[in-house]
């Protein structure tokens, strides 16, 4: 074990100083730590100091976020078209530094690679707000967040034995080829589906694997929250039960997830939910969701900050900003950002006291919309109660749009009720009384602005036809009554 003891000095000592990693060693750590799990079961002292590494303790970070932040300004000023500019119009300043849009990423994003680095693999967003942005990795930086990400799942209860099924976006390439790898180096089995039909989703979930040495059924579901959402409604008018499922964890991500569609898709898939929040350009930087519906981030990775989306300042405890992200070295060494503005709205939380199981690591709230939308009730508010309604299609369809003394909630239902409409307006007048009123429409198409999700991202198949008769489609049923428009 004296081995295995020098490689975890070495990654704490880089973790320390910001010199950049052994990947060679980082693997075998991983590869420590798999053994040791498969000699001494779940849960070990030793198993459980070796995951301890991959998070320093408060004080430590504290005394080398300074210093990480100084490095990733002086590299970027120093290796980047975009920012060497910048810095030569203006003092490096750390209490002033600029913000970067991902408009500005969009418009240059070879202006954001370091001269130093050696690019190997473009990775593109896969959002829902027009042109991607490129983002590009080097190899280092690829085996540093496949060991990492393989250490943190681990941790999470990731075995050999388990089954990891990806239904995010086969285009999105950082996170389909961190799955790969990641599997690889942890030995458990992943498939990559991809935004599929909900059915033949389902129909992954539930067939037998007959696998050596893995579980039975998938037990990991990986799925954008609209996705999961369109196989939650799937699941919940369908034939299918909880139990005809074997899975343990889902980890929806990519877009808000509500309280409502958590508990429902708890229900209807029979596993616990744990929400993530991750961007491809803010790598490796991720948000965890606690039992208390805080968003966690081990802020050793980059620095985190909760801005006013119009003078960038930042905001008082307690207040709503656009989240704000610098990845540090010697995490990222290729497309190098400084202050990314990515659009997220979270609350910077009241006190700093949280009695919480990660009470110790840096948090925000969920996130609540995006920046860019207008103003009104957040994205989750609203989501928050249409999705409580199971008579209101999943994944949610609505629009904002303005009105007399307020929005205009627009939502997309095909056969509303009486009694969902009242349910409704209760709903609203004690959560968002601000609204001047609300419009069903049977067709999401004639909602008044689109309303996109990333579940729209469909990839094709010629798959169903095989697995679902036609006649499994439902039949359209007569409006109970003629309520659409009415409610303005
Ligand atoms: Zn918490």
């Not at 100084?70 to 290796?79: E, G, I, K, P």
């Not at 939910?273 to 968003?295: D, F, K, N, W």
């Not at 990845?327 to 009241?350: N, Q, S």
């Not at 920046?371 to 609505?398: H, K, N, S, W």
Request: charged share 20%; proline share 7%.
């Amino acid at each position: 074990m004296l081995a295995t003891g020098l490689r975890q000095l070495r990654y704490g000592y880089s973790l320390l100083t910001g010199r950049r990693f052994s990947a060679d060693g980082l693997q075998k750590i991983v590869a420590d730590l798999v053994e040791t799990l498969d000699e001494f079961g779940e849960t070990t002292d030793e198993a459980a100091e070796m995951l301890m590494v991959a998070e320093p303790d408060a004080k430590a970070e504290q005394e080398v976020v300074g210093a990480r932040l100084r490095q990733a300004v002086r590299d970027a000023a120093t290796s980047t078209a975009y920012y060497r500019e910048w810095f030569g119009r203006h003092d490096i300043d750390v209490d002033d530094l600029p913000i970067t849009t991902k408009a500005q990423l969009k418009s240059a994003p070879f202006a954001f690679v370091s001269d130093r680095s050696q690019p190997v693999l473009m990775a593109q967003t896969t959002g829902t707000t027009g042109v991607p942005a490129s983002i590009w990795f080097s190899r280092y930086e690829l085996d540093v967040l496949s060991c990492l990400n393989a250490l943190a799942e681990m941790l999470a209860g990731l075995r050999r034995h388990h089954v990891v099924a990806n239904f995010g976006s086969s285009r999105a390439a950082l996170p389909v080829y961190d799955l790969m790898r990641t599997s690889t180096l942890v030995g458990n089995g992943c498939l990559q589906v991809g935004i599929v039909d909900p059915r033949i989703a389902i129909e992954r979930l539930a067939t037998p694997l007959h696998l050596p040495g893995k579980a039975n059924q998938v037990t990991h579901m990986v799925a954008n929250a609209s996705f999961l959402a369109a196989v939650v409604q799937e699941v919940e008018q369908g034939a299918w039960k909880a139990a005809d499922f074997g899975l343990r964890q889902i980890f929806p991500g990519g877009e808000i997830l509500t309280e409502a569609l958590r508990l429902r898709a708890e229900e209807a898939l029979g596993a616990p939910v744990l929400e993530t929040y991750a961007a491809t350009e803010i790598t490796p930087i991720a948000g965890r969701v606690c039992s208390q519906r805080h968003m966690h981030f081990a802020t050793h990775q980059g620095q985190i900050e909760v801005l006013d989306p119009m003078t960038h300042r930042p905001v008082a405890p307690g207040e709503i900003g656009v989240l704000v992200v610098t990845p540090y070295p010697p995490f990222r060494d290729t497309t190098l950002l400084i202050r990314y503005e990515t659009g997220d709205l979270v609350r910077r939380l009241a006190t700093d006291k949280l009695s919480c199981e990660l009470a110790n690591v840096f948090a925000t709230s969920q996130v609540l919309g995006r920046a860019d939308t207008l103003a009104g009730p957040l994205a989750r508010e609203v989501l928050e109660i249409l999705q409580t309604e199971p008579a209101i299609p999943l994944p949610t369809r609505y629009a904002l749009v303005p009105g007399r003394s307020g929005p205009v909630l627009h939502v997309a239902v095909p056969r509303p009720s009486r009694r969902l409409v009242s349910r409704l307006e209760e709903l609203i007048a004690q959560t968002l009384p601000g609204l001047d009123g609300l419009v069903l429409t049977d067709d999401p198409d004639s909602l008044p602005s689109p309303c996109v999700v990333r579940a729209d991202l469909r990839e094709h198949s010629f798959e169903l036809s095989a697995l679902v008769p036609a006649a499994a489609d439902p039949a359209p049923v007569e409006p109970e009554s003629d309520l659409l428009g009415a409610l303005a």
